[in-house]
């Protein structure tokens, strides 16, 4: 058995596919690479093959209509065979060195029979066109080197959630949970992220910069203008989130308020972008969304709602929304989104 699967998902990625699967294949034959070419026009699936010829016991390619991202992502998980599952888009890559570091960890948590659910290492955002970075990591949040559960994780800071870059799931735990990733929606990596954490009891932490998130390209799902034209898919996202599991009923403290506040910034993030598209059609989605919340789950609700940026998204002045703008153009500088 592979000690890794790491699943590629591809969309007409054929002028830079090849350096996200290289970064990949300086883990030899202890991973397993799934290429999963969702439909591309390009030479994508050409592409694809290529590897899998190269590299027969190593990478395999799977050709699918298109289903978008998150079923590029189920397609990944259905044939995976490792251990442990990684997503790598394909327009990002993973730093070789520390992938090195992050697998001999991993192979040695194997080897010594002891349980792991979630790896956890730092992500980059790379602004090539700004020839800037911006490097998040969990130091002085998560315990180094060692396994901890959720009674020692410290607190988040805004801008510093574990994103679909930073985590590496046990791939049974992915299966138990019932993972199936929405078709035709962007956005879904929130929801990779999130459904899984209420099973997640072991944790690693090792603080290397291994994904490197590639920011520049126009036609990406996280820039602005895209936001604002796919916000309903940002909903649907949303409310799949709050369906997933009832945050209410979790016992740790710790793991139950980090899901808070990650739903407090899913729906910050719709309703920031409903206000800035400012028709009346989109503030009426915005009270939808908080609506929605409410009828599922009037206590996570309030948990959810009592947070200042919760309070910050509901205000229907002009001043208010004015207020929310401007904090979240603030923000977008600081942490490196959109």
């Not at 065979?81 to 888009?89: E, I, R």
């Not at 901890?148 to 994780?153: G, L, M, P, Q, Y």
């Not at 009426?284 to 929605?292: A, Q």
């Not at 947070?307 to 401007?326: F, P």
């Amino acid at each position: 058995m592979k000690l890794i699967t790491a699943a590629v998902p591809c969309y007409n990625s054929a002028a830079y596919m090849k350096k996200a699967i290289d970064s990949l294949l300086v883990a030899g034959e202890e991973i397993e690479i799934i290429i999963v070419n969702d439909g591309s026009s390009d030479d994508t699936a050409k592409i694809a093959d290529e590897y899998a010829k190269q590299y027969p016991t190593i990478v395999k390619a799977i050709h699918q209509e298109n289903g978008g991202h998150g079923e590029a992502v189920n397609a990944g998980l259905r044939a995976a065979t490792g251990l442990y599952y990684k997503v790598l888009d394909s327009d990002d890559w993973l730093d070789e060195e520390a992938f090195k570091k992050v697998l001999k960890v991993l192979r040695e948590i194997v080897n010594e029979g002891q349980k792991l659910d979630m790896f956890v290492a730092n992500y980059v955002y790379e602004k090539v066109h700004e020839n800037s970075q911006k490097v998040i990591d969990y130091t002085g949040v998560l315990p180094q080197g060692k396994i901890f559960t959720w009674d020692e994780v410290g607190h988040f800071k805004q801008g510093k959630y574990m994103l679909m870059h930073s985590v590496i799931y046990r791939t049974e735990l992915l299966r138990d949970c019932k993972l199936e990733l929405p078709k035709h929606t962007f956005y879904v990596d929130n929801i990779f992220v999130y459904q899984p954490l209420s099973k997640v009891k072991y944790m690693y932490y090792m603080n290397v910069n291994m994904y490197r998130y590639f920011i520049g390209r126009d036609d990406q799902s996280v820039t602005e203008e895209n936001m604002i034209k796919r916000i309903d898919q940002q909903l649907r996202v949303t409310r799949f989130m709050i369906d997933c599991c009832d945050v209410t009923k979790i016992e740790n403290k710790k793991l139950r308020n980090y899901l808070v506040k990650y739903m407090e910034i899913m729906m910050t993030v719709c309703s920031v972008y409903l206000i800035k598209e400012g028709s009346e059609k989109s503030l009426k989605k915005r009270d939808e969304i908080w609506d929605y919340l409410e009828k599922k789950n009037p206590k996570f609700a309030k948990m959810v709602g009592s947070g200042i940026l919760s309070k910050s998204m509901q205000l229907n002045t002009k001043a208010g929304h004015t207020i929310v703008k401007a904090g979240y153009t603030i923000s977008k500088k600081i942490f490196k989104f959109g």
